[in-house]
């Protein structure tokens, strides 16, 4: 199940081929962990480090370029890519510039298109200053997002049974959650608690969890654990993004310690309600507008104070959270073999909210869950 075959490397190339010649691009640059990823399979934690910048070229033929500082060469030299460009790294005063310059004018000649990702969600990694070098040897960019998007947020059957697998060891971590955790423990070592129990059941790595406790009800839920104690009638979320083989999970689930109030509980039959509804809208040809409108109706129904998150729920991939978002405005078509989250968020009450999420694959006939579905009522610990 770890890595995929050279000829998933082969067929996301040639796709990006095909899309590079409808839109009259010469070659495409990517420097970001994911898209470098993507095109070549070099994974490794060495993007925690800031100080060396890391390229990959694809051409209009071909396989992809890596140009690359020399430490990163055996690793690279692993994958499927053949054509591994190095330079002793870091160096300041060229930290790679010339060497990818020379590159991108082989493959795309003196007076090609050159692709790179622009728009919103991506970025780019390198000096500003090596940036500006660049532009000006090459008399700039064009924007290569709408290619990368498109191709990032379809998902091939290996990718998606990443997601599933990762999936499900995060639900069975959430089933063992009553017996990690109780009232006395600080939240700090509830997440920690619940952070060992993920990898213990088969995690990789768990880059993402957040949450928080509150007396009835809790308003940030992105924060940092403190040494709060647990007490009776606190609500708990724990929002985690863990890893597989490079795949995330992003789901959330809510629980109740000794007993909790009506308000809560209905607020998260609201939101458990609101999944459902957004999760019968999932379909080949639909938007996420009307997925988005879908949830938001259900939680208007149930006395929604508002929500200024801006979106209930995403693309999951390689990372977190990706394209395409579930909003009033995003309209993003969506497709089969999409991977989304759907996190709608209910504030009831001033300081009071409860988001739910689920992750899901679009299949022909509708949308299939990855992660175990939630209780429909509130759990109590």
Known sequence: MRGFPDTEFERRTQRCQTLMAERDIDAILVCTEPEVRYFTGFHTPFWQSPTRPWFTVVPSTGKPIAVIPGIGAASMSATWIDDVRTWSSPHPEDDGVSLLTDCLREVAG???????????????????????????????????????????????????????????IVSNAFDELPNLVSTGMTERQAFSAFRAEILRQGADEVPYLVGATGPGGIGDII????????????????????????????????????????????AYRAVWDATEAGFEAVRPGAT?????????????????????????GHGLGMQVTEWPSHTASDNTVIEENMVLTLEPGLLWAPGKAMVHEENLVVRADGAEFLSRRAAPELPII
């Open 223 to 266: 924060r940092q654990p403190s040494d709060r104690l647990i007490e009776p009638g606190d609500l708990l979320i724990f929002d985690t993004g863990s890893t597989f083989d490079g795949y995330f999970s992003d789901f959330d689930r809510n629980f109740a310690f000794t007993h909790a109030a009506q308000d809560a509980k209905d």
């Open 288 to 312: 996420t507008t009307t997925v988005f409108e879908a949830m938001n109706t259900v939680l208007k129904a149930n006395g929604s104070l508002g929500n200024d998150v801006g979106r209930m």
């Open 110 to 168: 003196a007076d090609g298109r050159i692709g790179l990702p622009m728009g919103p969600e991506t970025h780019v990694r390198m000096p500003l200053d090596d940036l500006d070098r660049l532009r000006s040897s090459l008399n700039g960019f064009t924007d290569a997002t709408d290619i990368i998007r498109s191709l990032r947020m379809i998902k091939s059957e290996a990718e998606i049974n990443k997601h599933s697998h990762i999936c499900t």
